[in-house]
């Protein structure tokens, strides 16, 4: 068991590093907001500053990358101070007209949160890992604010709010005007 366990939790960290499209995709969601963004609204976004539109956490960055089908899948920096829990994705779904912010439940932490009790039957000595409960709550609850702050930074966008991206452009475009 804790060789598939272990090679679970390898899998899982390859496709997060390699940034593969099904596994940003297809898992148990256990955060979705849905933010209406009519096409005039949807001119606005600019999915590519979310990175650096997003705020810092204390402990938790932010990396976004642009997936084939158009959506932007997150995740944790792997220079962070615990394990991710969860994984996002925002889809931009112009026939429905909103935006979709969905985090994804990680493998491995579903996997040994389902196997601590009927381990613990077998090994009683195993009861030490009921102690990964809290940890997983505190480690999601934190991941589920970063996830809100993601959303928040979405409807700031749609609603007009200058981007990290559209600040840049307009700084560049002033420097190459001529002063008059």
């Known amino acids: ?6 090679a679970l939790l390898l ?8 940034w593969n499209r099904r596994y940003f995709s297809w898992g148990i969601r256990i955060f979705n907001r849905r933010i209406a963004a009519p096409s005039d609204w ?9 990175e650096y539109d997003v705020p810092r956490g204390k402990c938790l960055h932010l990396v976004f990358r642009p997936l084939p089908d158009g959506s932007y899948a997150f995740r944790e920096s792997f ?5 991710s829990l969860m994984r996002g994705r925002v889809v931009v779904d112009p026939r429905r007209r909103e935006v979709r ?3 994804r439940c990680s493998w491995w932490a579903l996997c040994i949160s389902l196997l ?3 381990l613990m039957v ?4 195993a009861a030490a890992m009921l102690l990964m409960l809290p940890y997983f709550l505190v480690c999601y609850l934190v991941q589920k604010k970063m996830f809100g702050a993601v959303a928040t930074v979405i409807e700031q966008q749609l609603r007009g709010v200058p981007s990290a991206d559209a600040i840049l452009r307009e700084r ?5 005007m001529p002063q008059a």
């Open 11 to 18: 899998i899982e960290l390859v496709l997060q590093f390699t």
């Open 172 to 176: 560049l475009q002033a420097r190459r």
């Open 101 to 103: 912010v969905e985090g």
């Open 42 to 50: 949807r001119e606005r976004l600019s999915l590519g500053s979310l």
């Open 79 to 83: 220079a962070q101070r615990f394990y």
């Open 122 to 125: 077998v090994r009683p000595a």
């Open 116 to 118: 601590i009790f009927p």
């Open 1 to 6: 068991m804790v060789f598939a366990l272990s």
